[in-house]
């Protein structure tokens, strides 16, 4: 089966340090991969040749059977990362950022879609108010939620949990629950492990 994402001998190098070799796994509909490791180990750059953000020292990233780097255009269509930090501007607010951040993932979600999506991360008046003046927890799910918008088939993750307090923790276990449901892919980092229960396919890869 070809439908899903591919890591095959993934190997990296920065300056003179070995971070990993010889990874292989393959993620298919419905499945999540969840990666730990100490600091350092390479987690971040891992998601980032995932995403096509970084070159691997060796092997290749497959998507739907055939190399990424082939199909950058058509995949990024498909993909969502959200990074350790939460590139949001400063000076623009969570409703603001929500639609910049959908447009160029290629979705234009309406005002009631966008406002709901805030709403249900949490940040309901606070939708107008400049990003700088919110806590991490309010950014880190300012940046998340744009999760259920669009239609993108791949989820990447780094970190996702962190700054977030039990009530955002449950709010994203949810949407990372329905987009699996439905037939997405999640990759995330995480130092702790992901209750989703027994019925979510989790897949786990150390480094």
Same mark, same amino acid.
């Given at each position: 089966?070809?439908?899903?994402?591919?890591?095959?001998?993934?190997?990296?190098?920065?300056?003179?340090?070995?971070?990993?070799?010889?990874?292989?796994?393959?993620?298919l509909p419905g499945q999540m991969?969840?990666?730990?490791?100490?600091?350092?180990?390479?987690k971040t750059s891992l998601l980032r040749m995932l995403c096509g953000l970084l070159a691997p020292t060796c092997g290749e990233v497959l998507w739907r059977g055939e190399a990424l780097v082939r199909q950058r255009e058509e995949f990024n269509r498909q993909l969502i990362y959200v990074g350790h930090g939460a590139a949001l501007k400063d000076a623009?607010?969570?409703?603001?950022?929500? =639609?910049?951040? +959908?447009? &160029?993932?290629?979705?234009?979600?309406?005002? *009631? #879609?966008?406002?709901?999506?805030?709403?249900?991360?949490?940040?309901?008046?606070?939708?107008?108010?400049?990003?700088?003046?919110?806590?991490?927890?309010? =950014?880190?799910? +300012?940046? &998340?939620?744009?999760?259920?918008?669009?239609? *993108? #088939?791949l989820w990447i993750l780094d970190e996702p949990f962190n700054a977030l307090d039990n009530a955002a923790t449950a709010w994203l276990l949810g949407l990372i629950a329905a987009h699996l449901t439905n037939g997405g892919?999640?990759?995330?980092?995480?130092?702790? #492990?992901?209750?989703?229960g027994d019925?979510?396919?989790?897949?786990?890869l150390a480094l």
């Open positions: 089966m070809n439908d899903g994402i591919e890591l095959r001998e993934l190997c990296c190098v920065r300056g003179r340090r070995t971070l990993f070799q010889g990874l292989n796994a393959r993620l991969l969840r990666v730990s490791g100490a600091n350092g180990a390479g623009l607010s969570p409703l603001e950022n929500l =639609r910049a951040a +959908a447009c &160029l993932g290629g979705s234009r979600p309406d005002d *009631a #879609a966008a406002h709901a999506a805030l709403d249900a991360a949490g940040l309901r008046g606070r939708e107008h108010v400049p990003v700088r003046i919110l806590s991490q927890g309010q =950014r880190r799910r +300012a940046a &998340l939620a744009r999760l259920p918008l669009g239609a *993108a #088939a892919l999640v990759v995330l980092t995480s130092h702790q #492990a992901v209750a989703l019925d979510v396919a989790q897949q786990s």
